[in-house]
């Protein structure tokens, strides 16, 4: 099997701080990966390596059989990767169609703009946005936002869909809808990487898991197995051994008084 | 467990939170949560990164309105009232990142603490209540606040906090980026403070550790109440993992 996308120890500094170290993992096609960590963890740098808003200091990006390390954002577009952004980044003055119609223009085929409209068309419909075609992105709601983020990407036509918190913000019914959303766009045969606060919704849209920690791989698995990863669990809970010594050092100063 | 907290006597309640929402732009971010701190006590609150723990704070301490619910202090109403007039009454926030005038000195820093005017008053009688508490302090009272180390600016933090003379002192993220041995003197610090009678609500990153100095702990997860309870119980409790790690 070789996979859609692959990353071979890929690290990124920004002055004394390592934000993505020596990081490798593989994605097959048709997955959902879900990535999480702690905040400050690499999640969105690691996007923008994949996107190539950054470029990585060391390291290899291969996709779909191609080494695209270091390769600007518009031709990694090209070879088929689309990305949504945590803070929505809507062209305000432009409709929903006319949105969409930018993601398909400059996705992965370059399409005319008669059959970016087309594809427009088709992506809003996938989000449920089919009924707000023609409205200015500025009077979509949070909710409305967040899916119109999604079909710009979709619009572009793309194999690998890198999802930044689509979840974040929407109230439960809206999660719910998304999760339907993002489902179908997979089982449609789009590979998918997805970040996300929401840990229920995450652990159950992925088929595994790649847990980052101050950069670095921490865990990777199936999501109940990398649940019960202890160094997970320190990971979010924090270390078992600080409590512990306090407690020692309390007995320890109580047996003096 | 907590039906006995539910039945205590309302007068044992400082602060209360009843079903608050509150979020930033459209983004809810607090989906009617609701929360008590007792007079005398330490009520820890943890949960996961997003899960609205600041937010919950900033609302509670008035720097950002909240969209629904009830916040009492001490029997008040104190819902809509600002962040100055709710410190004037005695609550006092130590925020996340300390959040020290750096170019300020040490003494500056806690003269503002004391600045509303109940405070004020007794400003030199609670400054050498500090400095005996932060010895430290009294050391470095001249010192550019922004050239102490984390340890020493956390504890500048909480010193300014008291200087308000606070009846509860609502602490952001105490442990966050301190040496062990710092957290644990000023966690020595905030035990001396409680028994002295001071009311403390803490947000803590290491749950553990939220534990085992608590007096009762709120788990909150996705902007509500995950879990609450004792401690004791929590802790061998798989419902905190769920709520950090969805399962």
Known sequence: ?257 | MADAIAQTAAADVLLSVEGLEAGYGEVQVLWGLSLKARRGKLTAIVGANGAGKTTTLRAVAGTLSPWGGRIMLDGEDVTRVPSHVKAARGLALVPEGRQLFSMMSVAENLELGAFSPRASRSYAERLEQVFKLFPRLAERARQRAGTLSGGEQQMVAIARGLMSDPQILIIDELSLGLAPVVVYQLLATLKQLKQNGLTILLVEQNVHLALALSDYAYVIAEGRIFTEGLPAELAANPEIRRAYLGL
């Open chain 1, 1 to 257: 099997m070789t996979a859609l996308l692959e990353l071979d120890r890929v690290s990124k500094r920004f002055g004394g701080l390592l934000a993505v170290n020596n990081l490798s993992f593989a994605m097959r096609e048709g997955e959902i990966l879900g990535l999480i960590g702690p905040n400050g963890a690499g999640k969105s740098t690691l996007f923008n390596l994949i996107n190539g808003v950054f470029t990585p200091n060391s390291g290899r990006i291969v996709f779909n059989g191609v080494d695209i390390t270091g390769e600007r954002p518009f031709m990694v577009a090209r070879h088929g990767i689309a990305r949504t952004h945590q803070i929505v980044q809507p062209l305000t003055n432009m409709t929903v169609l006319e949105n969409c119609a930018v993601g398909a223009c400059f996705g992965r085929e370059n399409l005319p703009l008669h059959r970016a409209t087309a594809a427009a068309r088709e992506a809003a419909t996938v989000v449920g946005l089919d009924d707000r075609l023609h409205a200015l992105a500025l009077n979509l709601t949070i909710a409305g936002k967040k899916r119109l983020e999604l079909a710009r990407a979709l619009a572009a036509q793309p194999k690998l869909l890198l999802l930044d918190e689509v979840l974040a913000g929407l109230n439960p019914t809206e999660i719910e809808h998304m999760i339907a959303v993002i489902r179908r766009i997979r089982d449609s045969g789009v590979t998918i990487l997805i970040i996300e606060h929401l840990m229920q919704a995450i652990m159950s849209l992925s088929d595994r898991i790649v847990v980052l920690n101050y950069g670095e791989k921490l865990a990777e698995g199936a999501p109940a197995e990398v649940a019960r990863d202890p160094q997970v669990i320190e990971a979010y809970l924090g270390d078992p051994k600080l409590a512990a010594e306090l407690e020692g050092k309390d007995e320890g100063s109580a047996a003096h008084g």
